[in-house]
């Protein structure tokens, strides 16, 4: 008789602040069709703070395998708890999930300490290969990922990169329409902090407003066309 049972599936926790996107996460990586049905959602969570409250209520590793994080979180900023997750739980794996493109923000994520980077756009096995790969202790590196780390190598790269963690936070948000206040009340900051470090990150950038650096981060953001 065959006595082999299935492995304890991969726990996953998710953290994002829409609702059809966890759904949509869930299926995903849940869905028997995909291949996957060793891993399993743990919980969820809608903020910056509740993922931290997840990962302390599971005990860490001892409930959770992977965080799939996303980076635009309310309440704390996606990096802020990547590093905070670092810090408590060192040996957690912690995949970030965004909408902007790799060039933009994967190098620095996993500078920080991400297993990979995902785009919100990456299919169902795309998806679970990276669940797998980080909850393995790998790092889950897409073409467009390694490429973006193989440029940071090489060269100085664009001005962003010589911004610091809270400088890079406000620039994104300036960069997606966020003024000074709202920004000032996303990161718990004055408004006059958040000035501060607005004109630097024009300095940095050689910009000269909100629409020249709206502008510039399209331009270091995206690969320029072929040829």
């Known amino acids: 008789m065959n006595s082999h049972t299935a492995p304890a599936p991969i726990r996953v926790l998710l953290g994002d602040d829409h609702r059809i996107v966890r759904e949509g996460l869930r299926q995903m990586l849940g869905d028997p069709a995909n291949g996957s049905p060793e891993i399993a959602v743990a919980a969820e969570a809608a903020t910056g703070p509740e993922v931290i409250e997840r990962v302390t209520q599971l005990g860490g590793t001892q409930g959770v395998d992977v965080v799939l994080l996303d980076i635009a979180l309310p309440g704390r900023d996606g ?11 060192p040996a957690l794996p912690v995949l970030m999930l965004s909408t902007y493109p790799e060039r933009q923000y994967a190098v620095r994520c996993i500078r920080l300490g991400a297993a990979g980077y995902l785009n919100k756009s990456a ?23 390694a490429e973006a780390l193989a440029s940071a190598v090489g060269r100085s790269g664009s001005a962003t990169e010589a911004l610091s963690h809270r400088e890079h936070q406000v620039f994104r948000l300036l960069t997606t329409g966020h003024s000074v206040s709202e920004i000032g009340a996303s990161l718990g900051l004055a408004p006059n902090t958040v000035s501060t470090y607005r004109a630097r990150i024009l300095e940095k950038t050689g910009t000269k407003n ?6 510039y981060a399209e331009r270091h ?3 320029p066309p072929a040829g």
């Open 123 to 145: 299919d169902a096995e795309e998806m679970v290969a990276a669940v797998r790969k980080a909850a393995g202790g790998g790092l889950y590196v897409t073409p467009a990922t």
């Open 221 to 223: 953001g995206r690969r």
């Open 210 to 215: 909100d629409v020249e650096l709206a502008l």
């Open 79 to 89: 990096l802020d708890v990547l590093q905070d997750l670092r810090a408590g739980w």
